[in-house]
């Protein structure tokens, strides 16, 4: 990654959403920039114009904590961005050790955190890394992402599915949310894992392959996801809404443990049983006869 470049385009990009009506400030009649001048960034975040310019050019290694924090300030940082923004810095560092983050390769769960995952039985569980692999799952979460198996030469990777796969379209009825909210990920994690090759490989491969994946990435947007609701059309159980909480592990920087529920006593719920009955009788089924077994398990449940 080129450090300067992103601290100017993140800057740049956040600079630009921040209205003067928001801060305070007259919009006036001769703007001829979106959302702030650096002028009026410098004076809110209590700086010169000319250090905050050398700022937003990429000259941000050695800004102290408290200059970070008045720019976060400034431009109306939310959580997710301020910690980017630290990331930046850090990473802008001369001394800045990169942290130890897990690859997709050659790692497996210790045998406490598997059976965890399959004491999970009523939704699917599983554990990613920064890059959006699944690296290990509880069956409900292998049948739920039945379409990311099965692809030569390539483990189940959430990013690629999602651009790539023409069946995302429909697994993810919110398809827009859901890939902003995936790239915003990417994002974060490129920041904080700059020397990820696997992780910039997969950026690369998607910029180049998919036009929706660039202009996400180009917006230099960030996110935590830690909880809230997401729908789904699932090729053999089809609509669900579940709620999900994703847990950082302490033990394994980097990797976060997923699980989705579904609401007690709703349709999703049922979808949910369905699911699980056809995993436990078709484990090995592919994505590719997934129509076979819809129109299977509609028949005995009927």
């Known amino acids: 990654m080129d450090d300067p470049a992103e601290v100017r385009e993140f800057l740049t990009t956040r600079r630009a959403r921040v209205t003067p009506e928001q801060v305070g400030l007259p919009a006036g009649t001769n703007r001829r920039v979106a959302g702030l ?27 102290s904590p408290q200059v970070l924090d008045s720019l976060a300030r400034a431009l109306l940082l939310d959580d997710a961005e301020r910690a980017h923004l630290f990331d930046l810095a850090q990473a802008a560092s001369p001394v800045a050790r990169p942290p130890k983050r897990r690859s997709a ?88 894992d700059r020397h990820n090759k696997e992780l910039h490989d997969l950026i690369g491969e998607l910029s180049t392959r998919s036009a929706d994946f660039r202009t996400r990435w180009g917006a230099h947007n960030v996110r935590h996801h830690g909880s809230g609701f997401k729908s789904f059309h699932h090729p053999v159980v089809g609509d669900l809404t579940l709620a999900y909480e994703g847990m950082q592990l ?47 398990m509609r028949e005995e449940h009927r």
């Open 37 to 63: 001048r650096r002028s009026e960034v410098a004076t809110l975040a209590g700086m010169s114009v000319e250090y905050y310019t050398r700022l937003e050019r990429g000259a941000i290694s050695g800004a």
């Open 250 to 296: 302490e033990g394994d920087p980097g990797l976060t443990m997923t699980i989705y529920t579904a609401e007690p006593g709703s349709a999703s719920e049922d979808a949910m049983r369905l699911l699980a009955s056809w995993a436990a009788s078709e484990p090995a089924t592919s994505a590719t006869n997934t129509t076979s077994a819809t129109s299977a």
């Open 105 to 192: 390769t050659g790692w497996k769960p210790h045998p406490g955190l598997q059976w965890a995952l399959e004491a999970v039985t009523a939704g699917p569980a599983f554990v990613r890394n920064g890059r959006m692999d699944l690296l290990a799952v509880n069956p409900l979460a292998r049948a739920f992402y039945t379409e990311l198996y099965g692809v030569p030469g390539q483990g189940p990777n959430i990013a690629r599915h999602l651009f790539l796969d023409p069946r995302a379209l429909e697994f993810y009825p919110d398809w827009e949310s859901s890939a902003d909210i995936v790239v915003a990920i990417l994002r974060t994690e490129a920041t904080r």
